[in-house]
């Protein structure tokens, strides 16, 4: 029986297509996840396969392979007092083939050893089978970063301070209790003091089950390139990889306001949602940013028989490229006139693709967004991309290959696609 409001704090580490679903969500119900940090404390926690602790996946009502749910982000409540983070360095002989997935003890080579906290700093984390210290990354320059009773500002604390935080390291980040992971704050880094800026937290890894079984962190085409023959169980092939849903975006317009496209690559979808981040720059530069518990609430929607490959995002308008903003009444009675004189007619009513693209480096990325853009829309690559160069753009998403190729497109198009309505809503 589906619910139109399934409430979840199920954490889960591998996206896994046979496993049983939560849920499932009725077609126009919500979603209220309770969800744990990204990024640095999944890593600095050697007991599971993935960089990244997600929602268990919630099965939808109706959704079926080939479909595509919208994903109407409502509300991403910050709940972190504190989080670590910074730019990190792989520890040579504390993993095999990659430091995210296949952790090893440098002490007994087990792989993902169960291990237990003493003390902070970055050897606290110990294996129980022979108590030595397990870190497969080393937080290079770190930093804590304190955030203010609103959450609106977070600020960068000295040595001391983060030391204080590292000592209650669990309050502060607000882990739910299903979570299984350390918090990043026992880290006790404190680089980087005295640095101000403002909160605006999006959403890093959101969307449907992928058809093979990935490391929630590795649901992309960067991080999944990762797995093409690697030296542990998650290993897939090329053809394997293509399964993947790029749940695992760190798109920074993902964010509350906006909406998500995403495919439906296993039956009913499986929707899940984690990494959320206080603040992020385009491209995640230093490779991590603030990674935070949050309260995110969707609104889920199918679409039928769409056939979609990857996420498409619905941008807030004030985050949309400029050449990629639907036009106004003004521009649409000016373009008019000046095709009347000329005695040709011309597109007004247009509305922001925008179609995310990943791959092993940026190169590869934008190659597979225009290609996803031209399958979706029927389009020819060429004209595609003359039209994301005068009417949109191309922005990374992250390093080293996550993007979006954004250009304008007649209603007519999105009306064939059954999307139009959503952009009436999100546009007009």
Request: glycine share 10%; aromatic share 6%; hydrophobic share 40%.
């Given at each position: 029986?589906?619910?139109?409001?399934?409430?979840?704090?199920?954490?889960?580490?591998?996206?896994?297509?046979?496993?049983?679903?939560?849920?499932?969500?009725?077609?126009?119900?919500?979603?209220?996840?309770?969800?744990?940090?990204?990024c640095?404390?999944?890593?600095?926690?050697?007991?599971?396969?993935?960089?990244?602790?997600?929602?268990?996946?919630?099965?939808?009502?109706?959704?079926?392979?080939?479909?595509?749910?919208?994903?109407?982000?409502?509300?991403?409540?910050?709940?972190?007092?504190?989080?670590?983070?910074?730019?990190?360095?792989?520890?040579?002989?504390?993993?095999?083939?990659?430091?995210?997935?296949?952790?090893?003890c440098?002490?007994?080579?087990?792989?993902?050893?169960?291990?237990?906290?003493?003390?902070?700093?970055?050897?606290?984390?110990?294996?129980?089978?022979?108590?030595?210290?397990?870190?497969?990354?080393?937080?290079?320059?770190?930093?804590?970063?304190?955030?203010?009773?609103?959450?609106?500002?977070?600020?960068?604390?000295?040595?001391a301070?983060?030391?204080?935080i590292?000592?209650?390291?669990?309050?502060?980040?607000?882990?739910?209790?299903?979570?299984?992971?350390?918090?990043?704050?026992?880290?006790?880094?404190?680089?980087?003091?005295?640095?101000?800026?403002?909160?605006?937290?999006?959403?890093?890894?959101?969307?449907?089950c992928?058809?093979v079984?990935?490391?929630?962190?590795?649901?992309?085409?960067?991080?999944?390139?990762?797995?093409?023959?690697?030296?542990?169980?998650?290993?897939?092939?090329?053809?394997?990889?293509?399964?993947?849903?790029?749940?695992?975006?760190?798109?920074?317009?993902?964010?509350?306001?906006?909406m998500?496209?995403?495919?439906?690559?296993?039956?009913?979808?499986?929707?899940?949602?984690?990494?959320?981040?206080?603040?992020?720059?385009?491209?995640?530069?230093?490779?991590?940013?603030?990674?935070?518990?949050?309260?995110?609430?969707?609104?889920?929607?199918?679409?039928?028989?769409?056939?979609?490959d990857?996420?498409?995002?619905?941008?807030?308008?004030?985050?949309?490229?400029?050449?990629?903003?639907?036009?106004?009444?003004?521009?649409?009675?000016?373009?008019?006139?000046?095709?009347?004189?000329?005695?040709?007619?011309?597109?007004?009513?247009?509305?922001?693709?925008?179609?995310?693209?990943?791959?092993?480096?940026?190169?590869?990325?934008?190659?597979?967004?225009?290609?996803?853009?031209?399958?979706?829309?029927?389009l020819?690559?060429?004209?595609?991309?003359?039209?994301?160069?005068?009417?949109?753009?191309?922005?990374?998403?992250?390093?080293?290959?996550?993007?979006?190729?954004?250009?304008?497109?007649?209603?007519?198009?999105?009306?064939?696609?059954?999307?139009?309505?959503?952009?009436?809503?999100?546009?007009?």
């Amino acid at each position: 029986m589906p619910h139109r409001i399934v409430h979840t704090s199920k954490m889960t580490w591998v996206l896994d297509p046979k496993e049983e679903m939560l849920g499932p969500v009725a077609d126009g119900g919500m979603i209220v996840a309770r969800v744990s940090p990204g990024c640095w404390g999944a890593m600095i926690t050697p007991d599971y396969a993935s960089g990244h602790e997600v929602t268990h996946p919630i099965a939808v009502e109706g959704a079926e392979v080939g479909d595509a749910v919208c994903l109407k982000i409502k509300k991403v409540n910050v709940l972190s007092l504190a989080t670590t983070s910074g730019t990190d360095n792989f520890v040579e002989g504390n993993y095999v083939g990659d430091p995210f997935v296949a952790k090893r003890c440098p002490g007994c080579g087990e792989i993902n050893p169960k291990t237990y906290v003493e003390g902070i700093g970055e050897d606290a984390i110990k294996c129980v089978k022979c108590n030595t210290p397990v870190k497969p990354f080393h937080l290079d320059n770190g930093y804590t970063m304190l955030f203010n009773e609103k959450r609106t500002l977070g600020i960068t604390v000295p040595p001391a301070e983060a030391e204080e935080i590292a000592r209650q390291a669990e309050y502060f980040s607000a882990l739910p209790p299903e979570s299984c992971q350390y918090s990043s704050n026992l880290l006790a880094k404190g680089d980087l003091p005295g640095v101000l800026t403002r909160v605006r937290p999006m959403v890093g890894n959101m969307g449907s089950c992928p058809a093979v079984a990935l490391p929630s962190s590795h649901n992309a085409g960067d991080f999944g390139s990762f797995l093409l023959g690697a030296p542990h169980e998650y290993a897939v092939t090329e053809e394997e990889l293509k399964q993947r849903t790029d749940g695992h975006m760190d798109i920074n317009e993902v964010r509350e306001g906006a909406m998500l496209i995403v495919p439906v690559k296993v039956p009913q979808a499986g929707i899940y949602v984690g990494d959320v981040h206080a603040m992020m720059g385009d491209g995640e530069i230093a490779g991590h940013t603030t990674d935070v518990s949050a309260e995110v609430i969707l609104e889920v929607k199918v679409i039928k028989a769409i056939n979609l490959d990857g996420p498409i995002v619905l941008p807030r308008l004030e985050d949309l490229p400029y050449l990629a903003r639907p036009y106004n009444e003004g521009e649409k009675l000016e373009a008019i006139e000046l095709a009347n004189i000329y005695g040709f007619k011309v597109e007004t009513e247009m509305y922001p693709l925008q179609v995310v693209g990943s791959g092993a480096d940026l190169n590869k990325a934008t190659e597979n967004g225009l290609e996803r853009m031209a399958n979706l829309t029927g389009l020819l690559l060429a004209e595609v991309k003359n039209r994301a160069t005068i009417t949109g753009d191309i922005e990374i998403g992250r390093l080293p290959g996550m993007v979006q190729v954004t250009m304008l497109i007649p209603a007519s198009i999105l009306g064939g696609l059954k999307l139009l309505d959503f952009y009436r809503e999100q546009y007009n």
